[in-house]
């Protein structure tokens, strides 16, 4: 298993190790074979010279490796998002505000990593530049064909597994960063919106965006969102047994894969016998986002806001199963997305009172284990396969986004099988309580 930060940054801060040590396992690995498709560029001298600072050993981030998305910019490096359209635009001329807190945290950032186009699918597949392969952040390279590594915060999701970063910079507009997070055994916390400024980054849905990290442990986790959204986490000494927890059956639990079902229920009796008091809840709710959505959804309405000029000049270089997504928004109109706006403040409310009783929520993240890179790749015979496939790993985590929430991935998968993630979760600003909840329940897990 790979050391989190906080177990690492200890001894570079006593002097026992040095961050610049550190940094060159982190390249390493960066340039290995299972870090192929993960890196569109490299900024190595930066993050060198950032590691052998005076004083960094006593920042938060101890000159430690941290990957960015390629939807954020860094200054000086050109930001495509994943797209051919825009791989010629300028470098950017400053740091957006979440790579300059890390920035200042210091974060020895390493480079841009791939990721799906725009950031409009859940995925993880780049027809232009490749995918990475998903890696099990606890056992290794995945056995047989390689596997998709979840989207649309792919490469960030892979340099965090495969030990290239500590903390992968990423996005969440429906669950990007909790997919490639329950995909290779990692952890990842989208917070609560509004928490972290987007500035800087290109957007998909200015309603849904998030920008927040991909980590190896809950305990990373709020480091880098106390960095991020610049403010502390309050810490609680309540045990397990003192939150009050519920699973929702509506939606959630629905053509689970045999062995996500397994994974989940097994860590369900695990935290029961730990003392957790757990009900069931069906939480109807949930069953009508699907109407909401039926006129398109905010990503579509909003991401086609954005492209319409892009797209009307450069359509032939987008990817086609990204293009008829961002397409979709030209047959909304106002008034369908006005009242999208208000019927999803509504059903807000409603959701809000059915959760009230209760500190958080768990749900598988993802329905199903990761399927081959091979049988989503790009094609008209597989496309009917890619969407299928988009639509289950989207389902769990997009409810939360919809719901203006916060939700954090952890694995809960053991040796042998494939990575799975279980996702705990409740509406806006109760970040600390999923936080805390986290904690325990990874404690719990990594219990032997």
Not at 390 to 403: D, G, H, I, P
């Amino acid at each position: 298993m790979l050391a989190d930060l906080v177990s690492t940054r200890s001894p570079v801060a006593a002097g026992h190790s040095s961050a610049a040590e550190v940094l060159e396992r982190c390249i390493a690995a960066a340039q290995g074979p299972a870090c192929a498709h993960v890196f569109r560029n490299t900024c190595y001298g930066e993050a060198r010279t950032t590691a052998a600072a005076p004083g960094v050993a006593q920042l938060p981030l101890a000159g430690l490796a941290v990957s960015v998305k390629d939807l954020f910019d860094i200054r000086g490096m050109a930001t495509a998002a994943g797209s051919t359209v825009l791989a010629d635009a300028p470098p950017a001329l400053a740091d957006c505000t979440a790579v300059a807190r890390l920035r200042r945290a210091g974060a020895a950032i390493i480079g841009h990593t791939h990721m799906v186009e725009f950031a409009f699918s859940g995925v993880g597949v780049n027809p232009h530049f490749g995918t990475p392969a998903a890696h099990d952040a606890r056992h290794g390279a995945l056995p047989g064909p390689a596997r998709v590594p979840g989207g649309s915060s792919s490469g960030a999701g892979v340099s965090v597994a495969t030990g290239a970063a500590f903390i992968g910079l990423g996005s969440d507009t429906g669950g990007s960063i909790r997919i490639p997070a329950a995909l290779n055994g990692i952890v990842g916390f989208k917070n609560t919106a509004r928490l972290v400024p987007t500035d800087g980054a290109v957007p998909l849905s200015t309603t849904l965006d998030t920008a927040c990290a991909l980590t190896r442990s809950v305990r990373d986790a709020i480091v880098a969102h106390e960095i991020l959204a610049a403010r502390r986490v309050t810490r609680s000494p309540a045990p397990l047994s003192a939150w009050r927890l519920a699973v929702p059956a509506t939606l959630f639990l629905d053509g689970l894969d045999e062995a996500v079902t397994q994974a989940f229920e097994r860590t369900l009796r695990r935290l029961r016998h730990a003392g957790a008091h757990i009900t069931e809840i069906a939480l109807p709710e949930t069953a009508q986002l699907a109407e909401l959505n039926a006129t398109g959804g905010l990503s579509a309405a909003e991401s086609y806001a954005w492209h319409r000029a892009l797209l009307a000049q450069h359509a032939d270089r987008y990817d086609p199963r990204v293009r008829s997504r961002i397409e979709r928004g030209a047959r909304m109109s106002a008034a369908d997305y006005i009242t999208l706006l208000h019927t999803r403040r509504a059903w807000i409310t409603r959701m809000e009172a059915a959760m009230a009783g209760f500190d958080a929520l768990l749900s598988p993240t993802v329905p199903i284990a990761a399927p081959t890179i091979a049988s989503v790749a790009p094609g008209s015979v597989r496309d009917a396969e890619f969407f299928r496939v988009n639509a289950l790993l989207l389902r769990n985590t997009s409810v939360v986004n919809m719901l203006d929430g916060c939700a954090l991935s952890l694995p809960c998968h053991q040796a042998g099988e494939l990575p799975m993630g279980l996702m705990v979760w409740h509406g806006a600003l109760r970040d600390d309580a999923v936080l805390n909840v986290g904690l325990l329940i990874e404690q719990e897990l990594q219990k032997q």
